[in-house]
């Protein structure tokens, strides 16, 4: 990957950010990681710009698949009527929203909900919301100690994919145009903008330099990668990490690729109800369980087996790259300590 | 602004026509689409299935059990197991459904051209393959010789008995079979595997369709492949657990495989390459 | 607890006895699970074998019952091996000549033998326990619900003190409360004999106090225990009942004296957020607030003391308890007018020493404070038991084994324990309402070793009839080598069995317990008609 910023790219000076923003969350609605008043960061939807504390440096807890997969979204109602069992759509309306500030993994993870929810269908919940939605990237200068986007391809910066990609250089902001909705920002705004200098560039490419060498982790995902395709990986390690694995589904909810969900009916009363689809988790015995307590994925360890052969192997096959990002989400949550981390590193020690 | 999308989750009511009660765990429920526009456009293949809605229950895949020699309407045989299914058992003539689909990949009809068709199935298992059994019938000189094995239960749990005689006039093999007999039975007793046993095929211009239980599954495996099948001539369809029916829920993973997308159809030849229950119970 | 729960994260070897920890306390486990990951060691002290005995180093299969017998055979080995901490016993408590006698008279292989468990495991056991700089004993209802379960306690903290392994940070005896807030409701005197911070009421300066606080009178006897009040029979001393947040009709032993208690009431007012078994025996039900919908603090097994916000207002006509509790208190001629609970706090501090320092100002900040917290300026006690106990020495205990109440007979010939599953909490009031919950499991599963499920001819998953000398249930059985043979195992949080119509409501005479832990039961295969 060459990190060396593109000449046309620009300069917005962090002292013109809140107004560059405030331009923007007049036509869009605006969500960008928050400090909330318990210390958290939380991508948020910014209704009061003046009062919202911006984080950039610090990756947030949710990631934006809240955003285009809602934790639980309503997909129709039904009525039961004389006439009748019928099925009614919903209309929403999903304002046009500028995600700003999505470090390189989240970008990422929105790339790969992309390429789910069009492949073999287009999903029309996901691509309604995601339409008209505006990424704005910020490459990221401090991995945290569970990041390992290095290892997964998925940062820690990124070239494509963005509408508009910013890099800190301090008093500065140097702003990749990736995507034409952000080239159309930057010629609407262009009072914001001035060009990049040599300087900006060669501080560019250092600032990615550096990035590089903060990651307290070496996590050997390709390694894991080839195993899973050789079908090397010791049964013995699907079985400590299902001993441990607690059940608790916290990885899938937090990751920002698990995209499985549930379909379900909510009933309201006799003539009515809601069909609802909500976020699951394979790991759950549930998941695959059929009518009549039939599993078809009975052993203990085929659950957390499926987790990690899909990241890594299965979406690999299918997309060329593994659909975990290196946020380390998953390791920070995890009960057990059967994060995807710890399983990468057990499958490089069992090949010693 | 971006073209509108298909509300690819959204039901279509369909009424009930007709029931045929087969046995007292399985019905047949024929459906048409209460728009009949719709319902007179509707396509499928043999193979494919539909997920039915019930007021309240969710959504559950049923296989198509008729065949797209007949349009018109829809049969979808259905074995009283979970809470949807027992919901459907309660459904009267008139009454309505939601209906979604066809997905899946099917059966390859166009290979199976010119061939023998050696059908085993055990229980609701032949659901799936009646649709082709019943496509094959509706062009006579297209397919082979047709024959069918099918284990029960009891005497009494024999499903599909009037199209198993229908077929039989039609000149169709159908041999049958129970766990265990009851008063009266004079038919075979034990596995369907024994069922093979008398069989004279024609090995090299069979191919064989497999649907039912597991066990009965891989002792079908085991004597097809000691008779001389290849993974190639065995076709089966697989049951899961689905919700999006289109290939995204993952509900139906089977090692990397979709359910509901790759299959519900696969050859032997397929599922070898996959870990999973069925093969390595 | 006398640790923090991170403390465990620490610890060098990790005891845990009667607790299936992974499922009951995941967050617990967790730390347990990470300390092994640094190296410690874990010994489980559990009939069945559960996810953390298959973790564990050591799994110490013992025969329901007989936790004392074990426990003092581990003492006789760390005795007779010079593990003792001689300057600890000699410095810090009192009753150890007591101890030693009993100890040196036992016959270890004798009390091995009633264990079940090899002499050589107990060995190991005692071996690595007191051998450890840092040591934590984390025990649950496994050792308190028996009927010798105060001597269950007393055996354990017997040898913690002999190993010295108590005192220290990372080292200590953690007993895991089941619920968010029970370790704060002990602490505010919802027990019978105890006023807030556990000022004994039978004590008249702690009396004083309060009345002088409260402006009332108080009783200077104390009260009934939760079983003598919930099987006291159709014509029992009580009248009249308020229950809050508690679902007796299917978390008491023998249910069926329980429904003659509560249907022989002349009153009975229940507070729920769901109209729970209990309640639907009521003849007034408030609805109350959950936790997301109140403000206020909890306090957890670490007596640590925190901050609940509230996160969403109550539906409909719900309340938090604490309003409940002041409108009743209002119409009964005593008005408490309390406008936050924050002004609910400042009245703990006052009257409750170990709360002495905790305000709503200090808990809103950080992760809030551990008890005892004497002042404004105390930080907390992340562990206890550090220069003194609270009696001032630390007295042994000498125990000896307590039989359970009842034990298999040729009529009824295997034993039944029950316990909790992950997916299911308590009587199910809140969790079987979750979807996603119930699809992992939303049926009561009777664990059976295979040995008995072949004699008795039973499938994966068939109903059997549970019977008890009390009543019977049906319900699926699962065959599995995590129990033994002679034992069954099922869980109390299913409405359709019932499970503690069959417990036995033999009690513990000090802590009034029941043993939901032992008692004789027969499974028969349900034969079709």
Redesign the interface.
Known sequence: MVHTAATDSHLLKKDHLKGFLRKLAKEYRLVAPVRNRHGDVLFTVIDDLDAAEIELSEPPQNSLKQFFLPQQEQLSTYTVTPEGYDFHPVQATIPPTIYFGVHPCDLSAVLYMDVVFSRRQRDPFYLRRRHGSVLIGVNCNSPSPNCFCNATGSGPFLEMGSDLQLTDLGDRFLVETGRAPGQALIERWQGFFSPSADKDRAAHYQAFLEARGRFSRQVHVEQAIRQLEADTVEEKIWQELSLRCQDCGGCAYLCPTCTCFTISDQRLDAASGRRLRSWDACTFAGFTAMAGDHNPVQAKTAAIRQRFTHKLRDDVRLNGRPSCVGCGRCVSICFGGTDIVRFVERVCQGSL | MPQPITDIYLPRQARVEQIEIENSQIATFVLAFSDRRYNDAFRYQPGQFMLVSMPHCGEAPISISSTPTRPGNIHLSVRKAGKLTTAMHGLRVGDTIGLRGPYGRPFPMEQLAGRDLLFVAGGIGLAPLRAVVSSCLDQPDRFGALTVLYGSRTPSDIAFQSDLELWHNQGVDCRLTVDAAEPGWDGSVGLVTALLDDLALKLDKSTALICGPPLMFRAVLRRLADMGFSDHQVLTTMERHMKCGVGICRHCHMDGKLACVDGPVFSLAELRKLKIMELDG | MTNSINEIENAEVILVSGSNT?EAH??V??RM??AV?RGARLIVIDPRRT?LA??AHLHLALRPGTDIPLLNAMMRVLLDEGLADDLFIEMRTENFLALRDMLNRLDLEATAALTGVELSLIRQAAQLYGRARKAVICYCLGVTQHVCGTENVQTIANLAMLAGHIEKEDTGVDPLRGQNNVQGACDMGALPNMLPSYQGVANEDFREKFERAWGASLPEAPGLTLVEMTHGGAQGPIRGMFIMGENPMLSDPTLGKVEETLRGLDFLAVSDIFLTETAQLAQVVFPAACFAEKSGSFTNSERRVQMVRQAVPPPGECRADSEIIMALSGRLGYPMEYETSAEVMEEIALLSPIYGGMYHDRLERGWGLQWPCWDRDHPGTPFLHKYYFTRGRGHFMPASHTPPGELPDPEYPLLLMTGRM?HQYHTGTMTRKS??LS??CDHAVLQINPEDAKTLGLRQ?ETVRLLSRRGEITLAASITGQVACGMVYTTFHFHEAPINQLTNDAFDTGSRCPEYKVCAVRVEKIVDS
């Open positions: 992974t995941p967050q486990a967790r699970l990470a990951d996810r298959e973790c992950y979807e996603r699809r992992e998953g």
